[in-house]
């Protein structure tokens, strides 16, 4: 009899975190938020005999329609009309990377949405233009909407380099090198002009299913050495070429990058998300 009551009761627990509209979790290892086509999937430090928390990462990067999802909900705009006008100023004054106050970069108009909509061809594509200060307001954002599920957040440096590396595999997707698996420029004499949709590459894609760690879109990460105030991003994107380095950074190397402009948007920096469950 008292089994039973334990039962039910871790039962109830269980079926009211998951109760909210448009949640599911058909196992242990996923979350789905079906209402904004999110699903993240358990990464488990301790299998790479890592003393870290299981989190839940979302399994693509955010994308356009996702991240339109919250703009509409908030009645917030993402400004893509001022990229243009930034970029000219930019270089009419001759401002370096790191001395500008807001740094542009793009080569590629038809990544820019027209007025706070994402055109219908690049929707499934990863969101670019992304300041680490929006990236968070859409974590926030994602907790007050599921209070119940627990917090979501950008992912540390440890925790995209295990989802990326594990302990010991060479690539995301394993120990093979080739730069066909993920979406990146094969030469710098013609470098990628867009990202690819979301799994756009089936291969890139690790054990876990976690997709693009190695190419696509750089991403937003916090906490790089413990050092909150030094923002910076991981993972390589569709711009990075052979002839610059790839992949950028090997297995468990501690982490990767260095200090950037904290207003820096670019067509190839986006974000993913964590999930700390209750």
């Known amino acids: 009899m008292w089994f039973k009551v334990v039962v039910f009761a871790w039962m109830l ?11 599911a979790r058909p196992d242990t290892n996923t979350v789905v938020l079906n ?22 990462l979302l399994e693509t990067e955010v ?7 919250y703009l509409k909900s908030v009645s917030k705009t993402k400004g893509d009309q001022r990229v243009g006008e930034a970029a000219r100023k930019q270089i009419e004054s001759g401002a370096s990377l790191n001395s500008a106050a807001e740094v542009v970069t793009f080569s590629n108009t038809n990544l820019l949405w027209n007025g706070d909509t994402a055109p219908k061809a690049i929707e499934d594509l990863p969101v670019g233009f992304i300041i680490i200060r929006d990236a968070r307001d859409f974590c926030d954002w994602l907790t007050k909407r599921y209070p119940d599920l627990g917090k979501f ?6 925790e995209w380099l295990m989802a990326a590396y594990g302990s010991t595999r060479a690539y995301p997707w394993g120990n093979e090198l080739d730069l066909n698996i993920p979406c990146v420029s094969i030469s710098c004499a013609s470098k990628r ?11 890139d894609k690790t054990p876990e299913g976690i997709y693009d760690l190695g190419g696509n879109a750089a991403e937003w990460v916090s906490d790089p050495k413990g050092f909150s105030r030094e923002p910076r991003w991981m993972g390589d994107s569709f711009r990075t070429c052979p002839e610059k380095g790839f992949p950028s950074f090997k297995p468990r190397n501690g982490w990767f990058g260095y200090v950037h402009n904290a207003e820096s948007r670019m067509e190839d920096v986006g ?8």
Do not use: W
């Open 63 to 69: 994308s356009n329609k996702m991240y339109a999802k």
């Open 13 to 23: 627990i269980e079926f009211s975190a998951y109760s909210q509209p448009g949640v």
């Open 193 to 203: 002009e867009s990202p690819d949709k979301v799994k756009g590459h089936v291969r």
């Open 271 to 278: 974000f993913r998300v964590v999930l700390e469950c209750k």
């Open 153 to 158: 957040r950008l992912p540390t440096v440890e």
């Open 35 to 56: 209402d904004l086509e999110m699903l993240f999937r358990r990464i488990s430090p301790r299998q790479y005999s890592s003393n870290a928390s299981d989190f839940f």
